[in-house]
Every structure is written in structure tokens, then in C-alpha cells.
């Protein structure tokens, strides 16, 4: 019974949004019908026609109550009143273009910049890390002397990666550096990362030509080999094919062997990638290299910190830290300083 009764009402609701004046016309001449009976009952009982209509109209309480009472049976009074608002507002602004068309840039301008501003943080702190089980990878950090460091030494990456029970892979990679590329005309300095083999599976890098680094090409007195960005490769080589072309990097020659994938490569990035080649034997303890580390499956992060947290003879505290935490509070960083120079700017 129940469905019945919407298979009934829905089409009445929505005729009476759609066509609107049938519905209101149809009405008036119902009630119309209605008026008339009453007055010639009354007018058969002997009173005047004035008297008859007026009599007529109380019994019935009024017209425009009666419509009232009418329309709000439909059900659709909230729709109707939002219709006519909106028609009242766009009569109204057309009467005034230039505070209309103030208006509306103001609005624009608002929504734009509330868009692009939830795009950043969107894009920097809301949407997951786009690497392969991101919440598998983690950074190894120092304690030193009461403070945090996110970098570590030669040294002590070395000493990392023989931990083999707790990480399925590790890497070293330094930060991004100027090299000079020569030997062509113009020059150009570019942007140069050294990185350990295992960087590029580590997150998730891919590439559209050619291949990334073997164990081999990262031992010390390695060969040298470079992978490079697809802007690189657009920029200096266009349609040839670069794989097996040499580079010269300062006074050395370095041949391409692949190029990466656009989608790993954004914002800052570098222009190519040049192999670590780490000194297993390396006692270098210069703090210039970041460590990043995939857990072995099964191995939670409780269970890694449990078996990693020890003091070593080099007198500091090994941490470990979700890499996408760690992202997550670099960008927020940046995004308070930005805001500082922004207001700064403004006053």
C-alpha cells in the first residue's frame, strides 16, 4: 500500500514543480467550483447574491488560505520558495551589473584560492605516499646529544645494511647537488643525486627506457653510468634515443643507461642520478647521506625497533621513522614558514 501511495504522489510533486502554473490555474478553478456551489446554495436559501458570496467565503475560510493549505499538501513548498528566491536574486542582480560582476570575481577569487590551497594539502599531507607499501618504509635517524638528525655517515650505512633480518631493502641516497655538464654547447649546470642500487625499487621508480643500476655499477671503482629524467632527456637528446650516449660530468664520462619515468620525478627534482658506489670499508663519518629502509614482510615497526635500538661504539642511538610521518611533518613545515613570509610580505 505504501508503494502504492509514492507511485501516486511522486508524479503529483513533480508536476507541481514543472508545471507550476497548469497546477496553480487548475486549482483556482477548482476552488473557484467550490466557491460557486456554496454561493448558490445560499442564494437558494433566499439571501442576497453580496450576502450569498461573503457567507460563501467564510464557510470556506478564505481562498488564499485554502491555497495555502493547498499547496502545503504537495509538499513541495520548500522547492517552490528556493525557486522563487532564486529568481527574485538573479532579477536582482540584473539590475546591478557592476555589483553583480564584483560579486561574482569576489566569489571566484575565493573559491580559487580555497582550491588551490586544498590541492597543496591535498596533494602534500592528505594523499598517501605514492610508493609500494608505504607504511613498510621507514628513515633511519640518529640521536645525538639530545636531538634528532635525518642524515647518517658512510659509516654507519654500512653498518645498516648488514641487518638483513629486519630490512628487505635499504638505500642511501645524498641530497641534491649542482654538477657542470660539458663538453656540449651551451653548457649547462644541472642537478645531480648520488643513490645506492637499491633506491629505485626502494620507491617505487621505474623506467621508460633502459634500466637503473646493478649491484656491479655501485661497487667502488664502478663503472660510470647515470639515469636520467625524461625533462633531461627531452631537453638535450629530443627524439634520439640516449641509452649508451655519454655525458661529461666535470672532467668524467658517464654513459646513460636509463631514463625514468615522469611520474617519480616531481616538483624539485633532480636531472639525473649518479650510482654511490659506497667503500664497504669506508670509516667516513661525515653526516651527508639519508638511509631509507623497507621492512622484511612480516616484521612490524614495534618488532624493528625492539631489535634496532641499541647504542653502537660510534656513541649514538639509531631511530627509526615511518617515512611517510616523517614527509608529513617536513611539508607542514614548510607550509607554516611559506604562510610566515606570506603575512610577513603582507604587512
Known amino acids: 500500500m505504501r508503494v502504492q501511495h509514492w507511485f501516486y504522489t511522486i508524479p503529483l510533486r513533480l508536476r507541481s514543480i514543472f508545471r507550476r502554473r497548469q497546477v496553480e490555474h487548475d486549482l483556482d478553478e477548482e476552488l473557484q467550483y467550490h466557491l460557486d456551489k456554496k454561493t448558490e446554495e445560499l442564494l437558494s436559501r433566499g439571501l442576497d447574491p453580496a450576502e450569498a458570496r461573503n457567507a460563501a467565503l467564510r464557510a470556506m475560510d478564505g481562498l488564499t488560505q485554502r491555497k495555502e493549505e493547498c499547496r502545503d499538501a504537495r509538499r513541495v513548498n520548500l522547492i517552490d520558495n528556493a525557486i522563487q528566491d532564486l529568481r527574485y536574486g538573479v532579477r536582482v542582480l540584473a539590475k546591478a551589473p557592476g555589483f553583480t560582476a564584483v560579486a561574482v570575481l569576489t566569489l571566484a577569487l575565493g573559491i580559487g584560492a580555497n582550491t588551490a590551497i586544498f590541492s597543496v594539502i591535498d596533494a602534500v599531507l592528505l594523499k598517501p605516499l605514492n610508493l609500494p607499501d608505504p607504511d613498510r618504509i621507514v628513515q633511519l635517524m640518529l640521536f645525538v646529544t639530545g636531538r634528532n638528525a635525518n642524515t647518517a655517515s658512510l659509516l654507519e650505512f654500512n653498518i645498516y645494511r648488514e641487518r638483513r633480518e629486519i630490512f628487505d631493502q635499504i638505500a642511501a641516497y645524498d641530497t641534491v647537488k649542482g654538477i657542470n655538464l660539458t663538453g656540449i654547447d651551451p653548457p649547462e649546470q644541472l642537478r645531480r643525486m648520488l643513490v645506492s642500487v637499491d633506491y ?81 670499508l669506508s670509516t ?64
Open 200 to 280: 629505485f625499487s626502494l620507491f617505487g621508480a621505474h623506467t621508460v627506457l633502459g634500466r637503473t643500476f646493478t649491484e656491479q655499477e655501485d661497487r667502488p671503482g664502478g663503472p660510470h653510468v647515470a639515469v636520467i629524467s625524461q625533462e633531461l632527456r627531452n631537453r638535450r637528446f629530443a627524439s634520439e634515443d640516449p641509452i649508451g650516449k655519454v655525458l661529461t660530468l666535470g672532467d668524467d664520462a658517464y654513459t646513460v643507461i636509463g631514463v625514468l619515468d615522469t611520474s617519480f620525478l616531481e616538483g624539485d627534482a633532480p636531472d639525473l642520478f649518479l650510482p654511490l658506489q659506497a667503500d664497504p
Open 284 to 347: 667516513n663519518g661525515a653526516h651527508d647521506l639519508k638511509v631509507a629502509a623497507r621492512l622484511k614482510p612480516g616484521v612490524t615497526l614495534a618488532q624493528a625497533k625492539a631489535a634496532f635500538y641499541a647504542r653502537d661504539w660510534l656513541g649514538v642511538v639509531a631511530l627509526l621513522a615511518p617515512l611517510e610521518r616523517r614527509l608529513g611533518r617536513r611539508a607542514s613545515a614548510r607550509l607554516a614558514y611559506a604562510r610566515r613570509k606570506a603575512l610577513a610580505a603582507r604587512d
